[in-house]
C-alpha cells in the first residue's frame, strides 16, 4: 500500500514539473518576443504661446493615446527664443524630428540642405493630400520638392464694417469686379454721407498694399534673386501716394499723424468708430472683431486698370519640416499627416494656426465655427478662387526695405517730400539695400 502511494506521488510529481517547466518556457518565449510594434521615439518644435502650446501638446498627447508604441517629446518657445534654438541644434546636428517652420527662413534651410524632401512621402500616401488644392501647397515647394506643409492659411484683406455703407446708401463692394477707382469714390461717399474716414493703406507696413497692387502688374515687389526691386515702372507706386494724398486732402483720409501711431486695437480707428475700413491679415480678423461696434466682413482688395493677374496670394501662417538629420523622419511624417488630416486633432486645434488646407477639415471646422471664423473661412475659400502664385522668400535685406518704404510713406503723406521725391527715394534707395 505504501509502495502504490509513492508512486502515485511520484508520477504526479513528474507531471507537475513537466507542466511548471512547460509553463515558464512558456513565459520566457512571450516575455523575449512581443508580437505589439516595437517602441518609437520623436521629438516635435514648435514656437507659439500658452493656448497653441496647450492645443498643440493635446494632439500630440491624442497621438500617443492612439499609438501606445510612440513617445513624443514637446519642445516649445517664443518665436524669438525659437529660432535661437533652432539654429544652435542646426550647428550641433541636434535638430528635431519635425519641427514649425516659417516661409521666410524655408529658402534658406533648403539651400543649406537642412530640410528633408516630403514628395515621397505623399507618393507613398504616408501623407495625404488628396483634399489639398495645390493653391495651399506651393508655399512650401522649392525647385518642385515638397520641404513644408502648411499648418495654416492666410491672407491679406480690406475688412469693413457693413452697417457704415448702409447708412451711406452705398452697396457693398464685390471682391471680384471694384476698382481702385471704386475704392476713392467709394471712400469720398461716405465721409460726405457719415463723416467716417478712410485708412491710409496698412499702416503698420504699407508695403504690404503695395505688394498686392504692384503683383496685378505681373511683377513683384522684389526680384527673384532679391538682389534688386522687381519692377521698374513707377506708374503704380506713384498712384499709390497720389491716391491717398486727394484723399487726405478731401478731408477723407485719416491724417498720418494719428493713422501711424502704434496703439492697442481697442484704440485703432476701426474700434473707436471713426472709419469704414482697415487693412488685415485673415487671422487677424477675431482680435479686430472683438474690438468693433458691428460684424465686420472681409473683401480683397481692389483692382488696378487693367490687371494681368489677382494681386492676392494665400500665404503659409507656418509649416511643419521634417529636418534631413531627424532620427525617426517616418514617425514625424505619420504625425504631420494626423496633425493635417485627423478630424479629432483638429477639433482640439480649432484652426488656432490658420485655416486648415484639407478642403474636408475646413468644411467640417466651419460647420462649428464662430460667426468671425466663418467669415474667415469663407474669405479663404474666396482667395483660393481668386488669387495666384505666393512671390519667393523675402530676401534678407527685406526688413531694412520695409523701413524704407514705411518712413518714406509717412514722408509722402506729411507733405515732407514730394511724391516724386518718394518714389525716386524708394527705387534707389531701395536698389541699394537690396543689392548689399
Not at 517602441?39 to 514648435?46: G, P
Amino acid at each position: 500500500m505504501q509502495k502504490r502511494s509513492y508512486r502515485i506521488v511520484l508520477i504526479l510529481s513528474v507531471v507537475l514539473f513537466a507542466f511548471t517547466s512547460q509553463l515558464f518556457a512558456t513565459g520566457q518565449t512571450e516575455a523575449g518576443s512581443s508580437d505589439g510594434p516595437e517602441e518609437s521615439y520623436m521629438r516635435l518644435a514648435w514656437w507659439g504661446n500658452p493656448v497653441r502650446d496647450e492645443k498643440t501638446i493635446g494632439v500630440a498627447n491624442l497621438y500617443m493615446d492612439n499609438n501606445p508604441n510612440v513617445k513624443i517629446e514637446t519642445e516649445t518657445t517664443g518665436w524669438g527664443g525659437y529660432w535661437d534654438r533652432i539654429n544652435t541644434q542646426v550647428a550641433s546636428a541636434s535638430l528635431p524630428d519635425i519641427m514649425q517652420h516659417d516661409y521666410a527662413y524655408m529658402l534658406q534651410f533648403v539651400q543649406r540642405n537642412i530640410l528633408t524632401d516630403l514628395t515621397p512621402y505623399v507618393d507613398s500616401g504616408v501623407i495625404e493630400l488628396g483634399k489639398v488644392s495645390e493653391t495651399f501647397l506651393s508655399g512650401g515647394r522649392v525647385d518642385g520638392k515638397l520641404y513644408g506643409i502648411s499648418l495654416g492659411t492666410n491672407a491679406f484683406s480690406l475688412v469693413y464694417d457693413p452697417t457704415v455703407l448702409a447708412a451711406a446708401g452705398i452697396a457693398e463692394p464685390d471682391s471680384t469686379s471694384w476698382t481702385l477707382k471704386d475704392f476713392e469714390e467709394i471712400s469720398m461717399e461716405i465721409y460726405k454721407k457719415t463723416g467716417k474716414q478712410t485708412m491710409p493703406f496698412s499702416t503698420t507696413d504699407p508695403k504690404v498694399f503695395f505688394d498686392n497692387l504692384i503683383r496685378q502688374t505681373g511683377a513683384s515687389t522684389y526680384a527673384k534673386d532679391g538682389k534688386s526691386l522687381g519692377f521698374t515702372d513707377t506708374t503704380v507706386l506713384k498712384e499709390f501716394y497720389n491716391m491717398q494724398l486727394r484723399l487726405l486732402e478731401a478731408g477723407v483720409l485719416v491724417a498720418p499723424e494719428i493713422a501711424f501711431v502704434t496703439v492697442t486695437a481697442e484704440e485703432g480707428q476701426l474700434a473707436q468708430g471713426n472709419v469704414w475700413c482697415d487693412y488685415i491679415w485673415s487671422n487677424q480678423l477675431a482680435s479686430t472683431q472683438a474690438v468693433a461696434e458691428n460684424p465686420l466682413k472681409m473683401v480683397l482688395l481692389p483692382q488696378i486698370e487693367n490687371a494681368k493677374r489677382p494681386g492676392t496670394f494665400l500665404k503659409p501662417s507656418m509649416f511643419f519640416s521634417i529636418p534631413a538629420s531627424a532620427e525617426n523622419p517616418d514617425e514625424a511624417a505619420r504625425f504631420l499627416n494626423f496633425f493635417l488630416n485627423d478630424g479629432a486633432a483638429n477639433d482640439i486645434l480649432a484652426a488656432e494656426r490658420g485655416v486648415p488646407i484639407p478642403s474636408d477639415v475646413r468644411e467640417a471646422l466651419k460647420a462649428s465655427a464662430s460667426d468671425v471664423n466663418k467669415v474667415v473661412f469663407d474669405y479663404i475659400g474666396l482667395v483660393a478662387d481668386n488669387s495666384s502664385a505666393i512671390d519667393p522668400p523675402d530676401p534678407k535685406a527685406s526688413g531694412e526695405f520695409l523701413k524704407l518704404f514705411r518712413d518714406t510713406t509717412q514722408e509722402v503723406l506729411m507733405g515732407l517730400i514730394s511724391v516724386d521725391q518718394g518714389v525716386e527715394k524708394i527705387m534707389k534707395d531701395g536698389n541699394a539695400i537690396l543689392a548689399k
